[in-house]
């Protein structure tokens, strides 16, 4: 009877520990393809706001081939991180090109007229061309939907050979993978996969994502087991000891012991899973910033970015700095509401429009404008707050700046005989109504220093938030410490209110403008405030 007794109780764990470990599996084999797509969605959404950002470009320059190069240049080419191996603009209604960068397209007339009139109807076109040699795809967007004049197509060249196996650590890692175009795993519309026997068998996981107009399938199978040898042969061991063991009290104590082996096998995994997603949104966001920033001789910058507390979530805030001619240079910095996938998508739509903007505006608040049009017109309608500002070089040794500010706190100037003040007319959030924006122009002389910042720094619960008297005392009293040092004090002032972290991330620009010319001490600069011509436009 004990020996019955036992091997019921025994043969009812096995069958419970063989359920929990494929429960355990697909919860991790779904996890795991959730990541993998999250990834893959940053991909489409750095495309869709790439070519946005140059669709907004040819409409505003008439097609014209200089500036369309310069707007999607940076994303042309054959080398490995490149998005697009050709690129081209069309004026709605022509099937040849008014400018095109990297290699021929393979678009035919007939192609061109139907990508022109889809791109019309849909935010993003994407187009099969797998039957062709090379392999490609095409991505089409017009500038302004229904009422686009322009439209940029886009081909990204495919392997070859779409069984090729190639599997980056993460998110891929113990994972075969195949990745179709369309809802249904079609070997016609197989766009690369880790194996050549397909479809997958066994234990598989799929995941639609959008792409556009159509959308792309992932499916996954594990490589081995996700929850570890002795979680999938745990079902056999309990059976085994089952009979071995028919004393209940010897089939209780090993069991609670394999019970808490497993516990902290689980933990220890979900703890490395944490990791890893992690360690994405950290390159994703650093994706999202620029690793070089360009200024002019005498003129030294030091940038940060400090993540909110929840490092797995991808923030919005952005500075830049760059050339725009041998005397002119841009300074932006911004925040885009929200985090995620979302936010990364939209930071790289509102810093691509920026930078294409200034290309050609007269002044910085045209660029704003450009940025509040740009988010205006994504759906769902988010906003930004930005600051951005025009540096120019004077003959006599000063820099003119010429800033706008939309919804952005006010960038403290620090004089170098130690004065502070704010600069900048504050205006209004870009993306939501038509924006009321100014410019302001700032004479600034060598040894000053311009510090712009975003929310995260001032924004908090008091006593939590460093106020911006706090802020102006500091540079105040050590504003002529290398600016390295200067944005490290910063941190430091911002840690000390929050030692546990903040719930929103930091962006802080530093801009010194070095005393290398002789230019009188005593001179102050001048500011004064210039309203936009157009209030703000859509």
């Known amino acids: 009877m004990i020996a019955v007794v036992g091997l019921a109780l025994f043969g009812a764990l096995s069958v419970g520990s063989r359920v929990l470990f494929n429960q355990a599996e697909d919860r991790l084999l779904q996890q795991r393809t959730n990541e993998a797509a999250s990834t893959l969605s940053v991909s489409v959404a750095r495309i869709q706001a790439t070519l946005d950002g140059a669709a907004n470009v040819a409409a505003e320059t008439d097609g014209d081939q200089a500036a369309f190069a310069k707007a999607i240049s940076p994303i042309v080419g054959t080398k490995q991180g ?86 980056t650590e993460e998110p891929f890692a113990q994972l075969d993978y195949a990745i179709y175009l369309g809802t249904r795993p079609v070997a016609d519309h197989l766009i690369s996969a880790s194996v050549r026997d397909l479809p997958l068998h066994g234990r598989t996981s799929s995941k639609s994502i959008e792409f556009g107009s159509q959308e792309i399938m992932l499916v996954m199978t594990p490589i081995g087991t996700l929850s570890g040898d002795l979680f999938a042969n745990l079902w056999w061991i309990v059976a085994i000891a089952g009979v071995v063991l028919v004393l209940a009290f010897a089939v209780l104590a090993r069991r609670l012991l394999e019970r808490r082996d497993t516990a902290l096998a689980l933990a220890a995994d979900n703890e490395r899973l944490y990791d890893e997603q992690r360690e994405i949104a950290e390159t994703l966001q650093l994706g999202l910033l620029p690793q070089y920033l360009d200024s002019p001789a005498g003129v030294s910058v030091a940038a940060r970015y400090w993540p909110a507390g929840a490092a797995n979530l991808i923030g919005g805030d952005f500075y830049d700095m760059f050339a725009i001619a041998d005397d002119r240079w841009a300074i932006a910095i911004g925040d885009v509401c929200g985090k995620g996938v979302e936010a990364a998508a939209l930071t790289g739509l509102a810093r691509h429009t920026l930078r294409a903007a200034a290309r050609n505006a007269s002044s910085p608040t045209v660029v704003l404008e450009a940025v509040h049009q740009a988010l205006a017109e994504h759906r769902p309608a988010t906003f930004c707050t930005a600051c951005f500002a025009f540096m120019t070089p004077l003959e006599d040794g000063r820099y003119r700046i010429e800033l706008s500010l939309g919804g952005h706190p006010q960038p403290i100037l620090r004089h170098r005989d130690g004065r502070v003040e704010p600069v900048g007319a504050p205006g209004m959030l870009l993306g939501m109504i038509v924006p009321k924006l100014s410019t302001t122009v700032v004479e600034v002389v060598p040894g000053d220093t311009l510090v712009l910042y975003t929310d995260g720094l001032t924004d908090a619960p008091a006593p939590k938030a460093v106020s911006v008297e706090e802020l102006a005392e500091l540079l105040r009293d050590h504003g002529e410490a290398p600016i390295e ?51 703000g436009s859509r």
């Open 485 to 535: 040092e200067l944005a490290d004090s910063i941190r430091a002032l911002k840690r000390g209110r929050r030692p546990q972290g903040s719930d929103d991330d930091t962006a802080l620009l530093i801009v010194r403008f070095d005393a290398v010319r002789d230019v009188p001490a005593t001179q102050p600069s001048t500011a004064t405030s210039e309203p936009a011509t157009s209030g």
């Open 82 to 167: 490149q998005l697009v191996t050709a690129a081209a603009v069309y004026r709605v209604g022509s099937t040849t090109p008014t400018a095109h960068v990297g290699d021929p397209i393979a678009l035919s007339a007939d192609g061109a007229t139907n990508v022109e009139q889809q791109a019309t109807k849909k935010a993003l076109v994407v187009t099969d061309m797998m039957r062709l040699t090379p392999r490609r795809l095409g991505y089409a967007v017009g500038d302004d939907g229904a009422k686009s004049k322009y439209v940029v197509y886009a081909e990204r060249a495919l392997a070859a050979d779409p069984n090729v196996r190639r599997r």
